[in-house]
């Protein structure tokens, strides 16, 4: 029952901000009887998977390390979604970026992730 799918333009040019959104459905991002969160997660060609950051069903944020000043995650509940934007892009950030619902240290529900390709 519980879909996620990302959505945002393919697209992105070098120095601009990548912005993608995470639409929700069956299940809330706020739900509190499970300790849930929601994460973008991405892999880039050929390599492996890196977290990105997450929000927490309360809306904290958290996010890593090595992108925590470029990065920024934000959830819109009256949508049931939540959204990501990457600043200051470089072709290094190309990758298919994913969203999914984090429970018990993993990330359980996966969305079908959606390639983002930052070239000028």
């Known amino acids: 029952q519980l879909q996620l799918q990302e959505s945002g333009p393919g697209l992105v040019k070098p120095s601009q901000t990548l912005s993608l959104t995470c639409t929700v459905s069956?299940?809330?991002?706020?739900?509190?009887?499970?300790?849930?969160?929601w994460s973008w997660i991405r892999q880039p060609p050929g390599k492996g998977l890196e977290w990105v950051g997450v929000i927490a069903h309360d809306g904290s944020t958290y996010y890593s390390p090595s992108l925590k000043s470029r990065t920024s995650i934000s959830r819109d509940t009256s949508k049931n979604q939540f959204s990501l934007q990457l600043s200051s892009v470089t072709p290094g950030d190309t990758a298919v970026y994913y969203c999914?619902?984090?429970?018990?240290?993993?990330?359980?529900?996966w969305g079908q992730g959606t390639l983002v390709t930052v070239s000028s």
């Open positions: 999914a619902r984090d429970w018990d240290r993993y990330h359980e529900v």
């Open positions: 069956g299940g809330s991002l706020t739900t509190t009887y499970y300790n849930y969160a």
